[in-house]
């Protein structure tokens, strides 16, 4: 288990890696990832926000990530081969400002590839990422709601980081719409929908592409659009919260695209437990 944030830690004590096994098939896909293990309410000490970071950048390698906080200098979060498609589960940290660095993976001297700037405020979590091509890339930092949906439902929103396409569009296969003109770098409001298993039919600027998921009663995903190895679309899905009582929690799933020529390690038996709990199996179309 993760120490409480409280707890000062080198950055030797605070790294992690994470690590992802990608298997495509034509009929199916199965995202089976790996990632550490977040801090849960019960360790975040009053007053603390919650921070994620992702690398959705197709073109860029694996990157390390460092979450350094302005007041002081302590690194909080040193995140070891990130690769295309991995975001990282919440981290509690004490309200401020923190700088969020990616450089070349085992490169530690090297310029960051991208930094930007995040405020943690109390109790509230982002989602800090970095997409887009590497000689373009650019970072967005997305409020994130978890608050639980009515009792049988299941919340969801939509990321557009695929490169492929200006636009997405995304409905469920019995019409209900998730997201319409999604622009790239967007994320849109959230929607509700009953829980269970869905369709999903996305349309782009002359691609498209579907998806299978299954959302768990109680729970908030995020449904990240990704670019595919063919270059299509995918949808990698996230659970953010579980349920209210065990906000937040999750990181995504490994999408398409690169991961699909370029598949990491495979995942650690410390951290295989954590997914048998998220989001299991993708369809492309």
């Excluded at 860029?60 to 690194?75: F, N, P």
């Excluded at 439902?153 to 990321?159: D, G, M, N, S």
């Amino acid at each position: 288990m993760a120490p409480a944030i409280s707890t000062i830690r080198t950055p030797a004590s605070s790294r992690r890696r994470l690590t992802a096994a990608l298997a495509l098939g034509v009929a199916a896909t199965a995202a089976v990832a790996a990632s550490v293990v977040g801090v849960s309410p019960a360790q975040a000490a009053e007053g603390d926000g919650w921070v994620r970071v992702g690398h959705l950048s197709p073109d860029t390698k694996s990157v390390d990530v460092t979450l350094t906080s302005i007041k002081g200098g302590q690194v909080v979060m040193d995140l070891d081969d990130v690769t295309y498609g991995q975001v990282s589960p919440y981290e509690a940290l004490p309200a401020g400002t923190y700088v969020v660095s990616m450089t070349a993976a085992d490169a530690p001297a090297a310029e960051p590839v991208i930094s930007t700037n995040v405020t943690v405020e109390s109790g509230q979590p982002i989602t800090a990422l970095a997409y887009g091509e590497n000689d373009d890339l650019r970072t967005e930092v997305f409020t994130d709601d978890l608050t639980a949906p009515a009792p049988g439902e299941a919340k969801l929103r939509l990321v557009q980081a695929a490169n492929v396409t200006d636009t997405v569009d995304v409905a469920t296969s019995t019409g209900t719409t998730i997201a319409s003109d999604a622009p790239f770098g967007s994320a849109s409001g959230y929607a509700s929908v009953d829980a269970g298993p869905w369709t999903l039919d996305l349309t782009g600027d002359d691609v498209e592409g579907s998806a299978d998921v299954d959302l768990a009663a109680g729970s908030v995903n995020t449904l990240f659009v990704l670019d595919n190895s063919t270059g299509g679309l995918t949808v990698v899905p996230v659970v953010d919260s579980a349920s209210t009582a065990e906000t937040p929690q999750g990181g995504v799933q490994t999408g398409g695209g690169y991961l699909a020529e370029h598949p990491a390690d495979e995942a650690s038996s410390e951290t295989r437990g954590f997914w048998a709990s998220v989001l299991g199996f993708l369809r492309i179309g």
